[in-house]
C-alpha cells in the first residue's frame, strides 16, 4: 500500500511538471505571437511604427518592474497561491486585450502590460516550484524541459504560427487566442494538483526582505547572474545578426552555394535550434553520468602517481592486497557510472558537483569559439559555416540545459523566488543597452564610408566585439567551480535546519523528546537525498 502511494505521488510530480511546461510553452507562444502579427495589429488600429513599438517598450518596463518587486516581496505570499493567482491573470487579461475595439489602442497596451507582468510570475515560479517537488537528476529533467519548450516554442511554432495566420488573411485575434484559451486546461488541473504545502513559510518568519538580500552572500549565486547577464549582452547583440549575414551574401553570392538570402537565414536557425535540442539532453546527461569501465579498487597501488591514485581512487588509494593485473575492467553489462554521484570510476568520492558549473563553462567557450569562426569565414565559405553553426547551439545548450539547475542547488529553499527573479532581473537590465552599444560600434568602425566591403567589415568587427561578452561570460563561470561544492552544502544545511525547526514546532515539547529528536534527523537525512541516491 505504502510502495502504491509513492508511485502515486511520483505520478502526480511528473503531472504538475508536464503542466507547469505547458503553462511557460503557452505563453511564450503569445509573447513571439504578438511579434509575428505586428502588420495585422497596425492596421487594426490604424497606427504608426513607432506606436507598435510602445507595445514591445511598455511590457518590458513593466516585466523588468515585476521582476523587481518579485525579487523583493516574492516570499510574502505562498508560491501555489502566488502562481495560480497570475496564471488567472495572465488568461484574463489576454483574452481581454483581443476582444476590444480598433479605437482602444492605449488600453490594449495597458491589457498586454499588465499581463506580461503576469507573465514574469510564472516564468519565475515555473522553476522554483518544480525545484519544490524533484532533486537531483530528476530535477534537471525537469528545468530542462522547461527551457527547450520556451526555445522551440519561440524559435519555430510562434514564427511558423503567425505566417500562416498573416498568409491566410485571418484576423490578428486568432494569432493569439489559442494560447490563453488551451491555458485553460493547465489551470484547472494545477489548481487540483498543486499542493499548498509547497508555498513557502518564510514570510510567516518575517524573513521576506532578509531572504532576498542574503543572497548575494551566496558567491556562486552571484558570479552565476554575473555570467548569465554577460552572455544575454552577446544573445541581445545578435540583433545585427541579419544585417551582418545580408551583407556578406550581398558582396559573395557565390560563397552562398546559391541560396537565397531567405534560405541561408533559415538554415543558420534550423541548424543552431537543432544544436539546442540535441545538446540539452547529452549536456545533462554528461554532467550527471558516463558510461565508462568499472574501477578494480584492489588494483590500486599500480598506479605509480601517489597524486593520481589519491583523486582516482579516494579511500582505496592506500590498499595493501594490490594484486597484479589490470585496473580498469571492461563493463560487459554497461553499467553507468557518475562522476556527479560518485560511483563507479568515481566510487569513495563525494558527489562531484562541480561537473555542472564546469560543462556549463566549457559550452560557453564552444560557443564563443565556434560563433568567431562562422564571423570569420562567413564571406568565405558558407558550407564551412554550417557545422560551427551547429555546434554553436551544442555549446549554448549547456547553460539553457544546467544554468537554471546550478542557481536552484545553492540556493536555499526560502530565497529560490528572490533569486530567479533577481538573476532573469539582472540579466534585463544589464543586456538592454547592448543592441544599442553594437550599433554604435559599428557605426564608428564604418565611420562615412558607403561601401557594402566596408559595411561589412564593421559588421564582423562588432559581432566578433560582441563574443568578448560570451567568452567573460564563460571565464566568470569557470570561476563558480571554486565555490560551488561550498555553497552547495550550505544550502543544503540551512534547509535541513529550518525542516528540522518546522518538524520540532509541529511536535509536542512535553513529553516526547524522542519523536522530536526523530523528526530532526528525517528532516536532515531527506535534505541529503541528492547526495544518497543516484536516482529517485
Known sequence: MENGSKSHSAINKIVVVILLTSVLFLTAIDSYGIDGVVPLVQSHFNISGAEVAVIRTSTSAVNTATLGVMWIAGEAVGRRSLYILSLITWIALTLLSISIGSKSFLLFVILRSLGAAASAVLGVLSPVLAADLFRGRSLGIALMAMSACEIVSGATIAVIYSSLIISSGLPWQAGLLPAPVLSLIPLTALVCLLKRAHSNKAHRDGNVFADAFKIFSIKSFCLTTLSFSLQSCHIKALFWLPSMILSAWTLAPEAFMGLSYPSVTALNSVLILAGNVIGMPIMLSFAQTLLAYTFNAASTRRIGCPWARRRLCGPFADHSEAPVGAIFLIVLHNKHISW??????????????????????????????????????????????????????????????????????????????????????????????????????????????????????????????SNLFMIAGAIVTSVVVFFFEDDCKRAEEEDALKEGDEADEKTNLIGQPRSRAESLMHGVIRSRVPTLEIDE
Not at 375 to 391: D, E, I, T, V, Y
Not at 439 to 454: A, N, Q, V
Open 340 to 465: 556527479y554521484h560518485g560511483t563507479g570510476l568515481f566510487s569513495g568520492r563525494a558527489p562531484f558537483r562541480k561537473a555542472y558549473p564546469i560543462v556549463v563553462a566549457a559550452g560557453g567557450f564552444v560557443n564563443a569559439a565556434t560563433f568567431a569562426f562562422d564571423a570569420l569565414m562567413m564571406k568565405r565559405s558558407f558550407a564551412a559555416c554550417l557545422l560551427p553553426n551547429f555546434m554553436a547551439g551544442m555549446g549554448s545548450s549547456a547553460e539553457a540545459s544546467l544554468g537554471k539547475l546550478t542557481l536552484m542547488m545553492v540556493l536555499p529553499t526560502s530565497s529560490r523566488t528572490a533569486g530567479m527573479s533577481l538573476f532573469f532581473l539582472s540579466a534585463g537590465i544589464v543586456s538592454t543597452p547592448s543592441a544599442h552599444i553594437i550599433g554604435f560600434i559599428t557605426d564608428m568602425f564604418r565611420g562615412s564610408s558607403t561601401l557594402e566591403e566596408d559595411r561589412f567589415a564593421a559588421y564582423q568587427k562588432s559581432m566578433l566585439f
